[in-house]
């Protein structure tokens, strides 16, 4: 589901749109854990531009960057490619002033150190600031990645030679894997998971990594906001940013496809006020009542162990 559905889309007036100087720094940061960096609270993530052309997509980058946000995510899979390439069509002029991220989902040494090479090439940069060992949905894959040849190796490596910065991991099918991830590793500088009203109804990312990753000083990521844009049969778009961004984090991703889009979210991210213990409860509450593996198709299917979804990306 796509949140046009639910949102008005930009007109030709507001692709051309820049922003004027005094646009940029509004939006509230956050020090990204024990990476040291200022953050926007929210990030231009480029999972959903294959929901758009290339061209929209370029708009869409130059827009959040006019508005000032400063972290960018991305990953090798995106649209085959294309997604990094949008970002190397816009950040290389402003690299020095934005963060990027990227992600492989390759599990062996080798393969993933190729996917970052062929990143970098997309991006047109020699450095990604924040690299990460994506999607990790299975006990089994926590394993290659940490076995003989595995792609902590090339994590490693790309660190020591200066290719990325930081290094991190991510998923959204399960919190039990990312626990194993972090049982397996201290050396993750960042973490990224779905953080949203209706996760701490079912396979709780929240209630069961958030916790962790705060306690080792991780830099925090939250992505799925929206749930693909599922919540908004229940709450609205500035309801479900706001319940994230008062969690303890650093940051959520959010998947434009619409000028319009990036818009209203920088400005519920400016206009953020702080939820407290009642209005999130309130909230959850709202979302419990369609929680579940319905709702958060990307999780583990309690009711069909067996079930193995596909990944699509975001």
């Known amino acids: 589901m796509d949140r046009r559905t639910f949102l008005a889309g930009a007109s030709g007036a507001a692709l051309a749109a820049t922003a004027s100087a005094g646009e940029r720094g509004d939006i509230p940061t956050r020090v990204f854990g ?61 690299r020095k002033d934005v963060f990027i991220t990227t992600k492989s989902t390759d599990r062996t040494r080798d393969g993933a150190a190729n996917e970052l090479d062929l990143s970098l090439k997309r991006l047109k940069t020699d450095y ?21 040849g595995g792609a902590i190796e090339a994590f490693e490596a790309a660190k020591r030679s200066g290719k990325c910065r930081f290094i991190g991991f991510t998923g959204h099918r399960d919190p039990h894997v990312h626990m194993a991830m972090l049982e397996r590793y201290d050396g993750y500088d960042t973490i990224l998971m779905p953080l949203h009203p209706a996760d701490p109804s079912y396979l709780s990312f929240e209630q069961i990594v958030l916790p962790e990753a705060r306690k080792r000083g991780l830099g925090i990521q939250g992505m799925k906001g929206l749930a693909n844009a ?9 309801q479900c940013i706001q319940y994230v961004l008062s969690l303890p984090i650093h940051c959520l991703a959010v998947g434009c496809t619409t000028i319009g889009q990036i818009e209203d979210d920088v400005r519920i991210a400016r206009e953020f006020a702080q939820y407290d213990d009642k209005q999130l409860t309130a909230i959850r509450d709202r979302a419990k009542q369609i929680a579940g593996a319905g709702l958060e198709d990307w999780k583990r299917d309690l009711s069909q162990a067996s079930a193995r979804p596909t990944y699509v990306g975001g």
């Open 230 to 238: 599922k919540l908004l049969q229940s709450l609205s778009v500035r």
């Open 128 to 148: 990604v600031d924040l690299w990460q060992i994506h999607a990790v949905g299975e006990m089994e894959e926590v394993d290659r990645i940490f076995g003989p």
């Open 34 to 94: 024990r990476t040291g960096e200022s953050l926007t609270v929210i990030g231009q993530a480029g999972g959903r531009f294959p929901l758009c052309s290339f061209e929209e997509a370029k708009a869409i980058t130059r827009r959040a960057y006019d508005l000032g946000i400063n972290y960018f995510d991305n990953a090798h899979s995106y649209w085959g490619g294309r997604s990094e390439e949008v970002f190397g069509e816009v950040l290389p002029a402003v």
